[in-house]
């Protein structure tokens, strides 16, 4: 005789992004194959800080983001202080977080993914004692790139690529030291994972889970040099200009000047002159 048992569902939270994945009856879809392994409630990721509250008060074992890295990133707090999974379902702009870890891009492909995961552990990087990163943070040039991203109001690539091409001719290189090393740089960027999103690959070989992250500095490209050079950021072998240096470290203190803007998963961040950054080693479980 055979029995069928109740399966036994695990409490989630989903937070759903209002600004991305307006498609209703996707949504509904996405909640239809969830429900069939969470005990799932939902929730509006809105404020980041009412969200991090909500999280707290709710103490989900599992917390699903409908988002981009954005919305990931302000989960970030609870899931390490709780140790609670993190699953992804993929509506951002450049998605870099889910491109690093393989994640269907297609939501609905995604949250079917979330029924039989496999887990790993991530690092997560902390800068100055307050500010999380999971993939990627900087500062220079993309820290540029996610202020007028963020201050256009518009999603997608295209917002990015003109905010890049506004940037160059606007931005400069600053003043950098560092472990007894003084230099310029257009940016500095500190790489969990290898790419921001978008396929844009700037720490090739970057490894989540080893304790450390990788810390690029970019020299400013001329015109000329970046025309010819752009399709390695997306193709390989940028690592191998000679305007590209890296270093791989489980913490770092850095002085810049002049102050300079900041991102964090692509969110803009403060102006810094000091940054103190450490890593926590393999802090964070994701579904995938």
Wanted: proline share 7%; with cysteine.
């Amino acid at each position: 005789m055979f029995y069928n048992y109740p399966v036994e569902k695990k409490e989630a939270v989903l937070i759903i992004n209002p600004l991305a994945g307006t498609n209703r009856q996707l949504r509904e879809d996405i909640l239809e194959i969830l429900n069939q392994g969470f005990a799932l409630e939902v929730l509006r990721a809105e404020d980041k800080g009412k969200t991090l509250d909500q999280l707290r008060r709710m103490k989900p074992s599992t917390v699903i983001v409908a988002g981009g890295d954005g919305t990931i990133n302000s989960t970030i707090p609870y899931l390490v202080e709780s140790g609670a999974c993190l699953g992804i379902i993929p509506f951002g702009s450049g998605n870099g977080l889910a491109r690093n870890l393989r994640i269907p891009l297609n939501p609905l492909q995604a949250a079917r993914k979330l029924l039989k995961p496999k887990k790993l552990r991530v690092d997560v990087g902390i800068i100055n004692g307050t500010i999380y990163f999971m993939n990627v943070a900087g500062v220079g040039f993309d820290g540029y790139v996610a202020h007028e991203f963020e201050n256009m109001g518009k999603r997608g690539i295209p917002p990015y690529v003109y905010a890049a091409l506004k940037g160059y001719f606007k931005f400069g290189e600053f003043h950098y030291e560092t472990q007894g090393l003084k230099g310029k740089a257009f940016l500095i960027a500190f790489a969990n994972f290898p790419q921001y999103g978008g396929e844009a690959r700037i720490a090739p070989g970057a490894n989540p889970s080893d304790g450390k992250v990788d810390v690029i500095f970019l020299r400013k490209p001329t015109i000329g040099y970046t025309l010819g050079n752009w399709p390695r950021l997306f193709v390989g072998g940028i690592e191998r200009l000679k305007i590209y240096s890296r270093l791989r470290v489980s913490s770092l203190k850095l002085r810049i000047s002049p102050p300079q803007p900041s991102h964090y998963d692509g969110e803009k961040g403060p102006l810094l002159t000091q940054i103190n950054l450490r890593v926590m080693k393999r802090a964070v479980r994701v579904l995938r």
